[in-house]
């Protein structure tokens, strides 16, 4: 175990010239190189074009390739969902992650596992991906309602490569529960695949979807794994855990960035293998290759096409900020954002009158960071996908604070309230525009339509209550959110 861990500190010591000392014909050396993503929604660049594209991948993938035709491409789970583009209608349905499964084809993914973004789309959908994934899928611990394999989907693979087995199992965590997935215990399911494939495999990774809490945990109770390629942090990351220091990498989201694992096997009697990772950003100092742009574009004008017959123009620069849109799920289901803010302030804005707006936080699916800079009408359908009217109604105090008390209580899940012009809670008095909440007045409220004619978790009291009416329709809140970033922020720009 010493062994391998001054085998690392040695390498990361000659990092420079390890490629060098590796690309001679050394007969008892294999050399491996793993490109890894993790956690992609979007197709194209995100942050204004400066980062991601799959285009650019598939590029690095072919320049990769080149240099060690021992390539091989990971994806460490969440690829069908969310996307804004996967919410556009097609055909009978939505495009629900067609354009990712195509883009990644014509990219040249090899390895996948599932991330629990995988179980959003319904069965119909799910089903129709894996079979256009000309890749293929893992997972040791998901499986249909009854327990049996997904299609084509195989428990564990073995990959060899110049006479060295690579062994791959891989754990999703339990999450995004629906009716057609079941879950094993990641743990219970690792020493399984631990103990079946560490004595025939020559090398052993560990493809997860797992927060990065779990990661650690498996490193700690199962050394025998040589590798961990994680996702589901949508940050990049980089951990040595365990008594033979497991390395653990994650990249960030959207393919901003990507590892790229260069494993040296050293087939002499010490058997002994070296990883060296770098983490690349993906930047226009990448161009795109053809064949994936090619594909990227198809499905892209799809999409865009159908939003248009909405009435948005998806590549219209909305405004340029100067500070990052918190839309992670963690935060905005649990306390406000500039993001969540805006919103708020985007349906009093339309409201004339209005005293104070709340929403459902379930509406926000971005599940991202936008980093500060330009922000197109695409950004606008990323953040609230499903779109939603903007409705005003006159509530009494009462029922007010009931609902604020409740939003409160449904912290950490999409009926967390996000409001506009509301302080207090937690254990401290409501207060609408600096004053103390007043049971027995009346309020003009701005809202989600959908709070009041579908519902959401332990808030139906207020669907189609009649002390709670419809007064006026504002609009679609993807509208109101495009000028109120442009009124904060400026126009165009
Ligand atoms: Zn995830």
């Not at 967390?416 to 007043?438: A, C, E, H, R, S």
Request: net charge neutral; glycine share 8%; with cysteine.
């Amino acid at each position: 175990m010493l062994k391998k861990f001054l085998a690392i500190v040695v390498l990361s010591f000659l990092l420079g010239i390890s490629n060098l000392a590796c690309s001679g014909p050394h007969g008892s050396q294999v050399r491996i190189t793993i490109l890894q993503m993790n956690d992609v929604y979007e197709m194209d660049p995100v942050s204004g074009g400066k980062e991601g594209g799959l285009a650019r991948v598939a590029t690095l993938h072919d320049q990769l390739s080149k240099t060690n035709p021992n390539t091989i491409v990971v994806l460490a789970g969440d690829l069908f969902s969310p996307s804004a583009l996967g919410t556009a209608p097609y055909e009978s349905g939505r495009l629900d992650g067609k354009q990712m499964v195509a883009a990644m084809n014509a990219l040249g993914l090899d390895y996948i596992t599932f991330g629990n973004h995988e179980f959003d789309i319904k069965k119909r959908s799910f089903y129709d991906r894996l079979k256009e994934s000309e890749f293929s899928w893992i997972s040791s611990n998901v499986f249909d309602e009854n327990g049996k394999p997904f299609p084509g989907v195989a428990d564990t693979e073995m990959i060899e490569i110049d006479g060295i087995k690579v062994g791959i199992f891989s754990l999703t965590i339990k999450k995004n529960f629906t009716n057609y997935v079941s879950y094993e215990d990641p743990f219970e399911v690792a020493q399984k695949k631990v103990a079946e494939l560490k004595p025939k495999m020559d090398i052993l990774i560990a493809l997860t979807h797992l927060t990065i809490e779990d990661d650690i945990k498996l490193a700690n109770r199962f050394p025998e794994i040589d590798m961990i390629i994680g996702g589901h942090d949508h940050e990049n990351m980089q951990y040595w855990r365990g008594k033979n220091y497991t390395p653990i990498f994650k990249a960030d989201a959207n393919a901003r960035t990507v590892y790229i694992h260069n494993l040296v096997y050293d087939k002499g009697a010490q058997k002994k293998l070296l990883i060296n990772s770098k983490l690349k950003q993906i930047t226009d100092s990448l161009p795109d290759q053809a064949k994936t742009a090619k594909v990227v574009e198809k499905w892209r004008n799809i999409g865009y096409n159908s939003f248009r017959k909405a009435g948005f123009e998806p590549a219209k620069v909305v405004t340029s900020t100067n500070v990052e849109l918190d839309g992670l799920e963690a935060s905005v289901r649990n306390v406000p954002t500039k993001l969540t803010e805006l919103i708020a302030q985007s349906m009093l804005s339309v409201s004339q009158g209005a005293q104070l707006s709340f929403y459902n936080s379930g509406s926000v699916r971005i599940d991202d960071v936008i980093p500060a800079g330009k922000i197109t009408e695409y950004d606008v359908l990323r953040v609230l996908p499903f779109g939603g009217d903007i409705v005003t109604t006159k509530m009494k105090g009462s029922l007010l604070k009931r609902t604020l008390d409740q939003g409160m209580a449904n912290k950490a899940t999409g009926a967390y309230l996000q409001k506009g012009n509301v302080t207090g809670g937690d254990g401290k008095p409501w207060m609408v525009g600096g004053n103390i909440l007043d049971e027995k007045a009346t309020y003009s409220v701005a809202t989600a339509k959908f709070l009041l004619t579908v519902g959401d978790d332990n808030l139906e009291f207020l669907v189609n209550n009649p002390d709670v009416p419809i007064i006026e329709n504002k609009g679609d809140v993807r509208k109101a959110l495009i000028t109120q970033l442009e009124k904060t922020f400026g126009e165009g720009k």
